[in-house]
């Protein structure tokens, strides 16, 4: 039996407790930093398969690492498991039980790997951008190569992620009461209100593909009482990180219009987000040769698919990274963070693909591993990659 045979046929073996453990999470979900029980339960599945886990990596509680194999070449599979105020509307469980399902064939034949295999659970994807911080505190150091796979409604082998950049903006005005006296007072809430009026007018000239969207999160105080302050936060979203943070200039300046005209004054505040996803063709295309031979159809993802963003795609400026998208629903059926995609994330349907990507994963990687040549054009064409 071949290596590839040998890892998808331990693959099958796990598929019952990569599915438990799947499910468990999915019913136990949790937000960024608060995973425990996800953590918990990925770290003591690991330590079954005879690995040694470091919890508590890069000073995060909920993060760890464990590898195995033997010095040479090394790649890591990301587990993500961090929940949604609604639940796994993003299917992280399945992320995690597919990272988890592919370390498990793959240290199946681990004495006899020519390379070294990272299993890196990763919190806080869902905002806190927690592969951001591991990579900042060194922890993906020597990794040469990183992969994961994300449920949706369709299968792609690549996934073509914004950058973000989030705007806060505080409005200062003037309290009064609101019927005895208002033209005493300045209303922070119009001012805010107004912002948003002018960023919808400015959305007609952002650059196709560009998305925005906000929230207030202080309206005023009461009813009764002209609002002396007001908050809002907005998301921008890109192709690049440099024009995500020139429409958060346009946001800045929308404000300060609206500050202006209604007698306000308002502060800003502007941090770069997520960067976009560089997708590193050839490991995609070996990814996705993988996955037809498993009977389903990955292709390289257009360019202009609606798509989110992700703390995978900070990494992919950093080591060759794949992040394919794997379909657990049909077209129209719900897509990442809606209700009806948490059903989706704990189906039959869904449990079948993650066992399914899974193999696929582990394949990739172990060919990374066992052929030069393919680990070596990854590198070369992350070097020429396009930074943004």
Request: with cysteine; hydrophobic share 45%; charged share 20%.
């Amino acid at each position: 039996m071949d290596a590839h045979s040998e890892i998808c046929s331990a693959i099958d073996r796990y598929r019952d407790k990569a599915v438990k453990i799947s499910h468990e999470i999915h019913e136990h979900p949790e937000l960024m930093f608060q995973e425990h029980f996800a953590a918990g339960a990925l770290t003591a599945a690991a330590r079954e398969l005879g690995l040694e886990v470091e919890m508590g990596i890069g000073e995060l509680k909920t993060a760890f690492r464990a590898e195995f194999g033997k010095a040479g070449p090394t790649v890591a599979i990301m587990a993500e498991y961090d929940a949604l105020p609604n639940g796994h509307s993003c299917g992280h469980n399945l992320i995690s039980g597919a990272a988890l399902s592919a370390v498990a064939g793959l240290s199946a034949i681990g004495a006899r790997l020519p390379g070294r295999i990272v299993f890196l659970g990763t919190p806080a994807e869902e905002g806190g951008g927690g592969k951001i911080i591991l990579h900042r505190r060194g922890v993906l150091k020597g990794v040469d190569a990183a992969m994961m796979a994300h449920p949706m409604d369709a299968e792609w082998s690549t996934m073509p992620a914004l950058a973000t950049a989030t705007v806060r903006l505080t409005f200062h005005g003037r309290a009064a009461h609101a019927s005895v006296a208002p033209w005493d007072g300045s209303s922070a809430l119009s001012a805010l209100i107004q912002t948003f009026v002018s960023v919808d007018a400015a959305r007609l000239h952002f650059r196709d593909g560009s998305r925005i969207h906000g929230i207030i999160t202080n309206g005023g105080q009461a009813p009764n009482i002209i609002p002396e302050k007001a908050e809002c936060v907005f998301t921008t979203r890109a192709k690049t990180s440099k024009y995500a943070l020139e429409i958060a200039a346009r946001v800045v300046r929308c404000a300060e219009g609206a500050a202006m005209a209604s007698g306000t004054r308002v502060e800003h505040r502007i941090a770069p987000g997520y960067k976009n996803m560089i997708n590193n063709l050839s490991i995609a295309q070996r990814y996705s040769a993988h996955t037809e031979a498993l009977g389903a159809r990955a292709s390289v993802a257009p360019p202009d698919l609606p798509t989110g963003s992700t703390d995978m795609g900070d990494i992919s400026h950093e080591i060759p990274s794949i992040h394919p998208i794997f379909a657990i629903a049909g077209r129209g059926e719900g897509s990442c963070h809606e209700d009806a995609f948490v059903a989706h994330a704990d189906s039959p349907r869904g449990y079948d693909a993650m066992i399914r990507v899974a193999k696929a994963l582990a394949m990739t990687a172990y060919d990374l591993l066992a052929e030069p040549e393919l680990l070596a054009a990854a590198r070369e064409e992350f070097a020429h990659r396009e930074e943004s």
